[in-house]
């Protein structure tokens, strides 16, 4: 395996003050393209964030794949994460990377404007 390129995104929700998610829902909060060569693969490798409500999850997706990470609880420092996000296509390619903050409750759930995260990611190769 030959790691091809590191990066790191960070982030926090931001603005002027603070609005709701509703129950059981999910909205993004940041949305960058990443550009994978050919026969290579991203992977998060680790994840560092902090929401003030219990019920806020973070969720790391590439568009369009069935293939996601998400966090097991509202603050979080997992540094060994090592989930393979998008896999390998034949071709040179620009993904989506979209970060959304998830309400894992049933009724709404606020997100702050200094809410925010830190996540580790590479570009692997098969040798």
């Known amino acids: 395996m030959t790691r091809l ?4 995104l960070s982030g926090d929700v931001g603005g002027a003050k603070s609005f709701s ?17 050919s026969s290579a693969f991203l992977v998060i490798r680790g994840a560092r964030l902090n929401f003030q409500n219990n019920n806020i999850r973070l969720r790391v997706q590439v568009r369009g794949s069935k293939r996601f990470w998400q966090s097991t609880s509202n603050k979080e420092d997992s540094p060994n994460l090592n989930t393979v996000l998008f896999i390998e296509s034949a071709e040179a390619k620009g993904v989506e990377l979209v970060i959304s903050a998830v309400n894992t409750s049933g009724n709404p759930a606020t997100l702050h404007p200094q809410d925010g995260w830190w996540l580790d990611f590479v570009i692997n190769k098969q040798s």
């Open 5 to 8: 390129e590191r990066f790191t």
């Open 21 to 37: 998610i509703g129950g059981r829902q999910r909205r993004n909060v940041q949305i960058i393209t990443v550009g994978i060569i």
